[in-house]
């Protein structure tokens, strides 16, 4: 299967229409999705990814333009240095002219150097790391999906705003998990809402109960998952067994997808909230672009991660071709920056000068079982973040680009 | 006398063939950037000279150390740490990282070497955990994000590191100078006690060795050695993160050994290419990679077991 979607790839690789036009470097615009193929994030992003990305280079109907479009990929395997190696070997030999995707904030961070050092464009749509626009900001670079302020905002904003204002914590005891917790107590404490109580647990626990029953007794009406990934489903599942969401307390998950929520069923996952800036099920246009894309992934629907892949590579295209050359990987970026973004998925936005991609954030809910109509069908929206308010304001990121 | 006489011209012998092999290895190296991707080439030397690091405890020493990735991420982590916040040259830098990794190896082999077999393995092992934490947790760390940007500067003032090639040319020698190390020290006199202590420890002891302090030695020498890997990998990379500290790179050093060749001097280098090969140029095959690399290990350990340079020296009938 896997190998078939290679082929499928390279298929897609050599569907150059005519001659390539002498402007674009290296003959073509080639993109290369770095993500991970194998492991934790293999669902969320991985061959999707490089699907969302065809899928853009297809709609935005260059090749009949003459402009030929490869796209290659690649496993990062969560390890800094394979992704560090690929990326490096991607801009010097390869002739790659931009990186897109890319889950694993260690590995982003590391080509987002090596993307400002070789002078190339860097598109981040998995990584998670508010600092890819705050302290590490590139010219080089622009973060198009979500980042952690943004969850940690819009998670808890709302739901201080709808009634969820007293919260107790459930963190990941490390560098990460203490941003989470700490960001989101700060918009908490904020709206004012307040915090009963926080707990740490360790990375890549299995066992949650003694953490939950101190979340239950704690009488918050929100329990805060600090977490990601395992550890936050996890959590999620054996909550359930505790009957938690049953008995009046809701759990707010500050870093889950859709797919975490498929894997999890809906009777477990069911009152989960949380943030996110793209579901499928929300209007004809994405409801579309799922069809489509589950109908090539055996099924499974489009994570905002994808969508973020398909309008950040619709965006790119735009910008290099308007530019007439893909050569200059910041004069590519500043083009990217001036122009407003428009795509089908999520519709009108900007990028600002930190390279932030600016549009609306959603705070969904998970719904009950017996609320699900069809497969797939899993969230409700609770609030919309209005863009302006979603992002981290540009003077609080401290992005050296926007000191001048 | 004939016994010994036989084993002195075997010795000989190999010993050409050997120098031969090195000869050849060093010429490929130096010609390969002209083909190779220079900057994979220079992770492969560092995992060469780590698998080597680990083969002198494992291959000569007799020694299963499961917690070698603690060397080298810590020494990754001290040269990155060094040359980024404290703003130290290249060299300073290097040689920061691999005195951390020589004085974590000190107390680990403190502690490890009273026990032996698979209690010494899981001693090692419990220790490097321990190490694996601190790095999660510890503030200069920098958690899962690792410590990015690490400026390569210019080695004693005025060797550019930024220019790829002239990094390449520093990274061999580094490579060089400690495989001759580590081929000096097998061929010495401390080399053969450590081989004696390898076959029969009782008869070592019986003998009057202090096999503690020769054991101690060895340990201190290969985590010294996989410092030095590693504060050079987070140089070429410009980065060190919690991969070089995680236990499956414990895990990864041993492969590399035993696919190569086990208590072979050229072996590690062999099986640390291939491994690193594997993981860049099989990367777009996804979730294959590790399925690929747990097939070959078990048709390693199936077929031959020896490893392949274990098995080319085995037909050619020297010790390579």
């Known amino acids: ?404 | 006398m004939t016994t010994l006489h036989g084993a002195t011209a075997a010795t000989g012998d190999s010993g050409r063939a050997q120098i031969v092999a090195f000869l050849i290895m060093t010429g490929l190296l130096i010609a390969a950037p002209a083909v190779i991707y220079p900057i994979f080439l220079m992770k492969a030397l560092c995992f060469a000279l780590f698998a080597c690091a680990f083969n002198l405890l494992l291959g000569f020493g007799g020694l299963v150390s499961f917690g070698h990735a603690a060397f080298l991420g810590t020494a990754g982590y001290v040269s990155a740490h060094a040359a980024k916040e404290w703003g130290l040259p290249p060299e300073l830098a290097i040689l920061g990282g691999t005195a951390a990794a020589t004085l974590l190896g000190l107390v680990f082999g403190l502690i490890a070497i009273r026990r032996q077999g698979i209690y010494f393995a899981m001693v090692t092992l419990a220790l490097s955990q321990m190490v694996y934490f601190y790095c999660l947790q510890a503030p200069f760390t920098g958690g899962e994000d690792g410590i990015q940007a690490v400026p390569r500067g210019m080695m004693f003032g005025f060797i550019d590191l930024r220019q790829t090639m002239t990094l390449y040319a520093v990274v061999l020698t580094i490579f060089l100078g400690a495989f001759l190390l580590i081929y000096r020290t097998i061929h010495s006199p401390f080399g053969q006690v450590l081989k004696a202590i390898r076959e029969n420890e009782p008869r070592a002891i019986s003998l009057g060795y202090r096999v503690d302090h020769y054991k101690l030695l060895a340990f201190v020498l290969s985590a010294a050695i996989s410092g030095l890997a590693g504060a050079t990998k987070s140089l070429v990379f410009q980065l060190a993160t919690l991969t070089d500290v995680h236990w499956s790179m414990s895990g990864e050093v041993v492969l590399m050994t035993l696919l190569g060749g086990l208590g072979t001097i050229f072996g590690p280098v062999v099986g640390a290419f291939v491994i690193v090969a594997m993981q860049n140029y099989l990367a777009q095959f996804g979730a294959w990679v590790t399925i690929i690399q747990g097939a070959i290990f078990v048709i390693c350990v199936l077929l031959f077991r020896r490893g392949i340079i274990g098995e080319l020296g085995r037909v050619l009938k020297k010790a390579l």
């Not at chain 1, 991607?90 to 694993?104: A, E, F, G």
Request: contains cysteine.
């Open chain 1, 1 to 404: 299967m896997t190998i078939k979607r290679m082929l499928g790839t390279a298929a897609a690789v050599l569907m150059a229409a005519g001659t390539a036009q002498a402007q674009m470097s290296d003959g073509g615009i080639k993109i290369g999705v770095l993500s991970d193929m194998s492991s934790l994030y293999t669902d969320l992003s991985g061959a999707g990814s490089v699907l969302a990305a065809r899928m853009a280079v297809e709609d935005s109907g260059i090749a009949g333009r003459s402009i030929k479009v490869e796209i290659v990929s690649a496993d990062h395997q969560n390890k800094a240095d394979v992704g560090s190696n690929t990326a490096r070997q991607w801009y010097d030999v390869d002739k790659v002219d931009v990186i897109v995707d890319t889950p694993n904030s260690g590995v982003a961070l590391a080509v987002n150097e090596i993307s400002r050092e070789k002078n190339k464009v860097f598109l981040v749509s998995g990584a998670a790391s508010s600092d890819l626009t705050g302290s590490k900001c590139s010219p080089n670079t622009i973060h198009w999906t979500y980042d952690t302020w943004a969850l940690a905002n819009g998670t808890g904003n709302a739901i201080v705003k709808t009634g969820g204002d007293s919260w107790y914590f459930l963190t990941a005891d490390y560098a990460f998990g203490h941003a989470l917790e700490r960001d989101t107590e700060a918009v908490v404490l904020k709206n004012g809402g307040k915090v009963n109580g926080k707990v740490r647990h360790p990375l890549n626990n299995a066992d949650f109960s003694s953490f939950l029953l101190q979340a239950q007794a704690s009488k918050a009406k929100i329990i805060g998952l600090a977490n990601a990934g395992g550890d936050t489903t996890n959590a999620i599942k054996q909550a359930a067994e505790f009957g938690i969401v049953k008995g009046g307390q809701n759990l707010a998950g500050l870093l889950v997808f859709l797919t975490d929520v498929h894997g999890l069923g809906l009777p477990t996952a069911q009152g989960l909230i949380f943030t996110e800036a793209w579901y499928w099920d929300m209007n004809d246009a994405n409801r579309a672009f799922a069809k489509k894309f589950s109908a090539a992934n055996r099924g499974i629907h489009p994570t905002m991660i994808h969508a973020g892949v398909y309008s950040a590579v619709t965006h790119y295209l735009k910008s290099v071709e308007a530019l007439k050359s893909d050569a200059d990987g910041k004069a590519v970026v500043a083009r990217m920056k001036a122009t407003p973004t428009e795509d089908t998925l999520f519709g009108k936005g900007t990028i600002r000068a930190d390279g932030r991609k600016i549009h609306d954030m959603y705070l969904f809910e998970v719904k009950a079982p017996a609320e699900s109509k069809a497969p797939w069908d899993y969230y409700k929206l609770r609030a919309t973040i209005p863009a302006a308010d979603a992002f981290r304001p540009v003077a609080d990121g401290n992005c050296p680009l926007t000191k001048s």
